[in-house]
């Protein structure tokens, strides 16, 4: 069973910096892709970034490049979201899901981590 646990959310100031953090188990961590994805209130769920299985590839929205980096560590099953210089518009809650293939596509991920709630006060 897959198992997916994101912890690291809280509140914020923007311009502030948090890392999130994705602990998987249940798959060979390292055969898969990892992505983050977010959802703030009313709104659909969005696609933040993604890395490859090897961490030779990243994909980023437009509205986080520059300022978001995912990575991930294969020995720790674990998969990273740094975010710098915050602003309230990331408020949402973010979650971190699994796929074969690294896309920006949330139907492409197959398992989906609980979510942890980002919060940038102005």
């Known amino acids: 069973q897959v198992q997916l646990v994101e912890s690291g959310g809280g509140l914020v100031q923007a311009g502030g910096s948090l890392r999130l953090s994705c602990a998987a188990s249940g798959r060979t961590f390292s055969n898969y892709a990892m992505g983050w994805f977010r959802q703030a209130p009313g709104k659909e769920r969005e696609f933040v970034a993604a890395?490859?299985?090897?961490?030779?590839?990243?994909y980023y929205a437009d509205s986080v490049k520059g300022r978001f980096t995912v990575s991930r560590d294969n020995a720790k099953n674990t998969a990273y979201l740094q975010m710098n210089s915050l602003k309230p518009e990331d408020t949402a809650v973010y979650y971190c899901?699994?796929?074969?293939?690294?896309?920006?596509?949330?139907?492409?991920?197959?398992?989906w981590g609980q979510g942890t709630q980002v919060t940038v006060s102005s």
């Open positions: 890395i490859g299985w090897s961490a030779g590839s990243a």
């Open positions: 899901a699994m796929a074969v293939v690294v896309v920006p596509t949330r139907h492409e991920y197959d398992y």
